[in-house]
């Protein structure tokens, strides 16, 4: 299953000069700092020098619903299911849902992989999803990622 930015690929302090940069040759803020009680491997950004472990840290980790279901419903969305239908069937707020898009669009590249390798979804789809966030959300405008560069998937 293909993965998200996931935690250990850079730091998730807002308020560290490395925040959100990922680990690279020239970037290697973030080190492995042992493991939690429950297993969890544990990070520590010696920037800031804050530690932060596996679940804090993927796109949609203060989020209460499972990542799985979130990618499901954006799924359904992608493939034309209407919002309001999808708060009916799955029991999601459609605020709850948009606010999952806007995260999604702000890594539109992990989703997209994520959606074409598990759904099996067409680069149409995945457009007309972006294109609703932009259309539906709130006024302030989502940027998609526009480098292309950085995401070469499968068509
Ligand atoms: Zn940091």
Known sequence: MPEFAQVGDFCPNEACADY??????????????????????????????????????????RRHT????????????????RISSLTRVKGHKEDTILNWLRDAAAHAGAIEETLMAEYQLERGQLDSLWAYVGNKGEKRAIRKPTSAASFGGPR
């Open 20 to 61: 959100g940069k990922h680990q690279s040759e020239g970037q290697t803020n973030i080190v492995r700092f042992g493991k939690t009680k429950a297993g969890r491997q544990r990070y520590r950004c010696n920037t800031c020098g804050r530690t932060f472990t596996e679940t804090k840290g993927t796109i949609f980790y």
């Open 66 to 81: 499972p990542e799985a279901e979130i990618i499901e419903t954006l799924a359904f969305l992608a493939e034309g299911s």
